[in-house]
């Protein structure tokens, strides 16, 4: 059920770079409040859902390119663990927006769309920040156990702006907490419904009631200056597929 209180603090992800002054390449304070972008889809969620099932399937048998067999000891997010999705944990060796589905296609265009309506509210230029975007897809259940508690997907002292959001294929009737700044928000998740909103407020999923999968793809829109500091290039290789981290992203075209 919805926990009113304010949400325990987080932990920091893996801290990938020693030197906090590398993190961000411009300094960027919101001067607005905090806002979801949204876009409601018309895409087959069936079809989807079944892709989705295969693609989990050949990531679980390590059968996807860049994907390296399942290792629960061995993972390098320990928090991602607490989620008991495999192809949420191993959300940094693939990347829907490279799947060939046309679903794909359409849900990454309304993810560059967003990004620009984003924005344009935050007062930024989006083509000046060459954004780059990583997807995956998560698939819990209760049968399964596990969810996301409070994260967020850039550091607390990260230093620029960076976009975050989800499309949910079966998500309804469930809720997706954020914290504001000390203060909970809550999205009540729609199915075909892609939103994306600005890191620096972590998120949890909430309880849901029902039997099945709860399926969600997830993504991260962030400026390509980010991944060329020195700082993050330097970060050490934690596992094999790591090697693939610089393969990893796609661009957002630029609006010519
Ligand atoms: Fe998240």
Redesign the pocket.
Same mark, same amino acid.
């Given at each position: 059920m919805l926990n009113k209180e304010v949400p325990p603090p987080y932990k920091d992800n893996v801290n990938y770079v020693e030197d906090l002054t590398m993190m961000g390449g411009r300094r960027f304070e919101p001067k607005v409040e905090h806002k979801f972008f949204y876009r409601d889809l018309d895409l087959d969620l069936n079809k989807i859902s079944d892709d989705l099932h295969r693609e989990y399937e050949r990531i679980k048998n390590a059968e996807m390119r860049g994907v390296a067999p399942f290792n629960r000891e061995k993972s390098y997010t320990e928090f991602f663990k607490e989620s008991n999705s495999i192809s949420t944990i191993k959300s940094r060796e693939y990347n829907v927006f490279q799947m060939h589905y046309d679903w794909a296609h359409d849900l990454f265009t309304a993810v560059n769309q967003m990004a620009q309506e984003a924005c344009e509210y935050y007062g930024v230029n989006f083509n000046d920040y060459r954004f780059i975007a990583q997807s995956w897809f998560n698939i819990n259940s209760k049968d399964k156990g596990g969810k996301?508690h409070f #994260?967020?997907?850039t550091r607390k002292d990260y230093g620029d702006i960076a976009f975050?959001g989800?499309f949910s294929v079966s998500a309804e009737p469930s809720q997706t907490h954020y914290d504001v700044d000390g203060v909970l928000k809550v999205n009540e998740n729609k199915n075909n419904r892609a939103i994306l909103s600005k890191t620096g407020y972590p #998120?949890a999923q909430g309880d849901w009631e029902w039997d099945g999968p709860r399926i969600t793809i997830?993504y991260d829109v962030i400026p390509l200056h980010t991944m060329q500091q020195e700082a993050f290039l330097k970060m050490p290789i934690l596992e094999e597929t790591d090697k693939l981290w610089e393969q990893h992203y796609n661009p957002l075209p630029k609006k010519f």
């Amino acid at each position: 059920m919805l926990n009113k209180e304010v949400p325990p603090p987080y932990k920091d992800n893996v801290n990938y770079v020693e030197d906090l002054t590398m993190m961000g390449g411009r300094r960027f304070e919101p001067k607005v409040e905090h806002k979801f972008f949204y876009r409601d889809l018309d895409l087959d969620l069936n079809k989807i859902s079944d892709d989705l099932h295969r693609e989990y399937e050949r990531i679980k048998n390590a059968e996807m390119r860049g994907v390296a067999p399942f290792n629960r000891e061995k993972s390098y997010t320990e928090f991602f663990k607490e989620s008991n999705s495999i192809s949420t944990i191993k959300s940094r060796e693939y990347n829907v927006f490279q799947m060939h589905y046309d679903w794909a296609h359409d849900l990454f265009t309304a993810v560059n769309q967003m990004a620009q309506e984003a924005c344009e509210y935050y007062g930024v230029n989006f083509n000046d920040y060459r954004f780059i975007a990583q997807s995956w897809f998560n698939i819990n259940s209760k049968d399964k156990g596990g969810k996301l508690h409070f #994260h967020d997907h850039t550091r607390k002292d990260y230093g620029d702006i960076a976009f975050h959001g989800y499309f949910s294929v079966s998500a309804e009737p469930s809720q997706t907490h954020y914290d504001v700044d000390g203060v909970l928000k809550v999205n009540e998740n729609k199915n075909n419904r892609a939103i994306l909103s600005k890191t620096g407020y972590p #998120h949890a999923q909430g309880d849901w009631e029902w039997d099945g999968p709860r399926i969600t793809i997830a993504y991260d829109v962030i400026p390509l200056h980010t991944m060329q500091q020195e700082a993050f290039l330097k970060m050490p290789i934690l596992e094999e597929t790591d090697k693939l981290w610089e393969q990893h992203y796609n661009p957002l075209p630029k609006k010519f």
